[in-house]
């Protein structure tokens, strides 16, 4: 029924029907050509059975938020979880919306980090792992930053807050000292010491995110049980 509607009929229309139901119905693997394709810039494959995402759903609502298993999916008020795989990719490579070439990227970049195999090879809008140039407002923490570890620079390094200017630069130890619980936070305006750029360590933990629910709570948590 679905093949011989006048409305799949059309191109592009059969492209999405094709990646989104075939996946579930059809064996053996897709060889069509995807509007985007979300491995492309990544020297791996796409990983189709590999899950993805945990949706937490009440009928209809998606229950917004993180959840591990069941169990916190209805304590949010959910009452299914379902394993998003990475065969979804098939149909939002073969999106209208996707076909833009700078929300392609971003897809492929945030979806692929975590269906494509291999290592990110795509040209990034802003390289993260490329050292700062240019004059700037540097910071450093020469006895850390306790109550912000994140924060924590033994050596010179931008301020947080580009918005900062050559004028007010200075004047930023008192709030910075504040905010790490400390005294001697330092601050100039001046130019960084060339580095060479750094490997992105894709594997790494940047961050743990401690949330109930879709609400973030603000804080460091080292393990769950302080979460």
Not at 120 to 133: I, N, Q, R
Not at 135 to 145: A, E, I, L, N, V
Not at 203 to 221: A, F, H, L, Q, V
């Amino acid at each position: 029924a679905i093949g011989n509607s006048k409305e799949t009929a059309d191109p592009q229309n059969c492209a999405q029907v094709q990646s989104t139901y075939g996946a579930a119905c059809c064996d053996g693997r897709y060889t069509g050509k995807m509007a985007c394709d979300v491995c492309k810039p990544w020297t791996g494959t796409l990983q189709p059975n590999k899950t993805f995402y945990k949706r937490c759903t009440n009928g209809d609502k998606e229950i917004d938020g993180t959840y591990p298993d069941l169990a916190a999916c209805k304590a949010a008020g959910g009452t299914s979880l379902t394993d998003m795989k990475c065969d979804y990719m098939y149909a939002i490579g073969n999106s209208k919306e996707n076909a833009d070439p700078q929300k392609c990227a971003q897809v492929q970049s945030s979806y692929g980090a975590a269906c494509c195999g291999g290592q990110y090879t795509g040209k990034m809008a802003c390289d993260v792992c490329m050292p700062p140039s240019g004059t700037m407002c540097m910071y450093r923490t020469p006895s850390g930053c306790p109550k912000a570890i994140q924060y924590a620079r033994p050596d010179w390094a931008p301020w947080p807050d580009s918005k900062v200017t050559k004028e007010t630069c200075a004047n930023q130890t008192a709030f910075a000292n504040s905010e790490c619980g400390t005294t001697d936070v330092e601050a100039k305006w001046g130019t960084l010491p060339q580095r060479e750029k750094k490997c992105l360590q894709s594997d790494k933990t940047m961050y743990k995110r401690c949330s109930n629910g879709s609400k973030e709570i603000e804080g460091i948590y080292p393990d769950l049980a302080a979460c």
